[in-house]
Each structure stands twice: as structure tokens, then as C-alpha cells.
């Protein structure tokens, strides 16, 4: 072939979302993707319809109205926001805006896949930091970035171990960077957690104008089929991604739903509390069938299985299927022997215990 992209592109591994099959299973249950077991707020679905009457039209390429929506909500300056096609898209652009080939980025051993991806389509070296307890250790990320990466990146929490660092763990973390280093910091699932140690890093990045946070309504929100994402950070930074972004990124319905989901709370805390009691149960039923859960503040759980022979995660995964229940495994993370499942509803948090518990006494 004479036509090559450019080096290092045939090297990516092309994400692999979450399957939503299970062949020869009636109604499966699909757990793989950490979406909303609730849906999405009836407004944001209203919202969504009505906007089908606009369809010739361009969206807002400013997506102002979302925007004023969302620092509404915040408490923050809409300025300070850029939105995107799923916070996805803000990390790729954050990638083609600020690493050049051979620059180096860092995240966490377990961290987000998605990081790896834009590394390497930047041609940037990838480091990764050794974690503790599957969480993230700041003392190996400050070794691992040393005093010339490029880009940090932070999931807090992160997917898929659901585990988190305190504030004061990402204020350390930022102040041991040098100044040359841009700090995102994912927070995807900072709606379900409660902890009062936890913060987003909003505060940080108002404070900062080398810390950016990427946000999603693909979450709490129920939005994931929307793709709408936000990026919050000093105007210097919002306006580099506002340069690389497609003048209309994000859609006119998504606009639309999304600027109606932000603005109801009461399914925003229908969803966190569904999610906290469920989490919990999830934890402590799986945990007494004798298998390790690691303690996750996210709406999903990662469950390592034992390294015996027709017991290990690849066995639990093709046993679930049979059942229609579809989890998602993670050696593409480096943990082949660990399965992440979705917080779903009631009944279907109950048929992954079962179907757990057969295939651990089976
Ligand atoms: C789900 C998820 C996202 C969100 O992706 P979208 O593109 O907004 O759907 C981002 N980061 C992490 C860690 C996630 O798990």
C-alpha cells in the first residue's frame, strides 16, 4: 500500500466498547458500559423530541445555551466551559492541542483507556504509574512525570477500578507538576460521589490556569447516546480547545437534552441514590461469595476472580452471558482476571448476585 498514515497510528488498538450481546439470550441485561440503570431525566428525553421539529438547522456553534446551563448549575463562568461530542472528544482535543510527537504523558496504571489512545495518536511516549490498592499513588505519578511531561492524566474517580484520591491528594499533586505540565482531571463519575474528601477539581481549576476538568452527561446524566461532554478550565486553556474543536461539535438536540438534564436536580439525586444503595449491595453480596470487590464510589464494580482453572474472570464472563448478563472484561486495562459490572436496576443487580453465586459454587 502506498497510502501510510502517519507513525505509530496502525499501533492503536481501537477502543472496544462495552458488548450489548448475548447470543441466544431473550431481553439480556447489559451492564457493560456504566450507563444510567434509570435512563435519563423525562425532561432531558422531552427536550431531546421537541427539538426534532429543528433538524435543518445548525446547532449554536457556541452551544452558548448549554453552556449558561451548565455554570448555572456550577457556579461557574460559562466562559470557562467548552463543550464537546462526549467529554471523549474534549480529551482527544486536548491531545492534538498540546502534545507534539515525542512528548511525554502520564497516567495512572489502571487509568482511563482512552488516555492511551490519544497519546498515541499524538505520537506522545506514554509513562505509566505504578497504583496502590488498584488507586492511584500521586508519589508515582510525580516520579513518572518527572519534570517534562507534557499532559497528566487523572481519573477521579477512575474507570474502571472506581476508586478515588482526595482533594488534598490532587492539590499535591499539582503543586509537585512543574508549571510546564497541564493537569486534566477526569471527572466522569463526580456526581456519585459523596465522600466529603472528594471534590471534582472545579475549585482547583477556578484557582489554576494549568488544571482543566472534563466532564460528562454520559453518566449520571443517562445521556451516553447523546455524546455531550464539558471541559472547565482558565480561558487561556478554553480557548485552545475552542480553536481545535469542529465549529458545531455538539449536536442541536444534544444541546438541547443536555441543558434540561443539568437543570434536574431530582433525578440527579434520584440516580446517586439508587446508585449508593446499590453499589453498596453489589459489594458486600459479591464480597460474601468469597470473591475481592474493590470499593468503588462509581456506578460499577470490579470483581477479581480467583486464578484457578474454570473459575477465572473469562469463565465468570462467558457463565454471565449464558445468563444474559453482559459485563465487561478488562485485560485490556492490565486485568485480565477481573470483570467490571454496571450498577443496573433492582432486579437486575439481583440476577448478577445470583448468577455470581452459581457460578462460584458451581
Ligand atoms: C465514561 C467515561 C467518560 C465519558 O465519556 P463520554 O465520551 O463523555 O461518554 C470519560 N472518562 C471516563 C473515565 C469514563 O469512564
Known amino acids: ?65 448549554l453552556r449558561e446551563a451548565i455554570a448555572r448549575e456550577e457556579g461557574v463562568d460559562a466562559d470557562n466551559i467548552v463543550c464537546g461530542c462526549g467529554s471523549d472528544e474534549l480529551l482527544q482535543l486536548l491531545g492534538r492541542a498540546y502534545l507534539n510527537p515525542g512528548d511525554k504523558v502520564v497516567q495512572s496504571q489502571y487509568g482511563f483507556l482512552v488516555y492511551r489512545l490519544v497519546a498515541m495518536q499524538c505520537g506522545a511516549e506514554l509513562v505509566c504509574a505504578p497504583e496502590r490498592n ?4 500521586v508519589d508515582a505519578v510525580i516520579g513518572a512525570a518527572g519534570d517534562d511531561a507534557r499532559i497528566v492524566f487523572i481519573a477521579n474517580p477512575n474507570n474502571p477500578t472506581g476508586t478515588y484520591i482526595p482533594d488534598a491528594e490532587i492539590r499535591r499533586l499539582r503543586d509537585a507538576l512543574p508549571d510546564t505540565t497541564l493537569l486534566v482531571i477526569d471527572a466522569a463519575y463526580a456526581e456519585f460521589v459523596s465522600n466529603a474528601d472528594y471534590n471534582a477539581g472545579m475549585d482547583l481549576a477556578r484557582e489554576r490556569d494549568d488544571v482543566v476538568v472534563t466532564r460528562t452527561f454520559s453518566k449520571i446524566h443517562g445521556l451516553a447516546g447523546a455524546r455531550l461532554g464539558w471541559a472547565y478550565g482558565d480561558k487561556s486553556i478554553i480557548d485552545v480547545l475552542h480553536r481545535v474543536r469542529g465549529p458545531f461539535n455538539v449536536n442541536l438536540p444534544a444541546i438541547e437534552a443536555g441543558a434540561a438534564a443539568i437543570a434536574d436536580r431530582s433525578f440527579m439525586k434520584k440516580s446517586a441514590d439508587h446508585n449508593a ?39 465468570a464472563d462467558a457463565f454471565l452471558t449464558s445468563k444474559g448478563l453482559i459485563v465487561r472484561g478488562v485485560e485490556p486495562y492490565g486485568l485480565p482476571n477481573a470483570l467490571r459490572a454496571t450498577v443496573g436496576k433492582a432486579d437486575d443487580n439481583r440476577r448478577l448476585a445470583e448468577a455470581l453465586g452459581e457460578f462460584v459454587n458451581a
Open 1 to 65: 500500500m502506498g497510502i501510510q498514515p502517519r507513525a505509530g497510528i496502525l499501533d492503536i488498538r481501537p477502543y472496544k466498547p462495552g458488548s450489548s450481546e448475548a447470543p441466544g439470550v431473550e431481553n439480556p441485561v447489559k451492564l457493560s458500559s456504566n450507563e444510567n440503570a434509570l435512563g435519563c431525566s423525562p425532561k432531558a428525553a422531552a427536550a431531546f423530541e421537541a427539538a426534532s421539529t429543528r433538524l435543518h438547522l445548525y446547532p449554536d456553534g457556541g452551544a452558548t445555551k
Open 134 to 137: 488498584y488507586t492511584t499513588d
Open 277 to 315: 444503595e446499590w453499589v453498596a449491595w453489589l459489594r458486600q453480596q459479591i464480597g460474601g461469595l468469597g470473591l475481592e470487590v474493590t470499593p468503588s464510589v462509581c456506578n460499577f464494580v470490579l470483581i477479581h476472580f480467583p486464578d484457578t482453572p474454570g473459575k477465572r474472570a473469562a469463565d
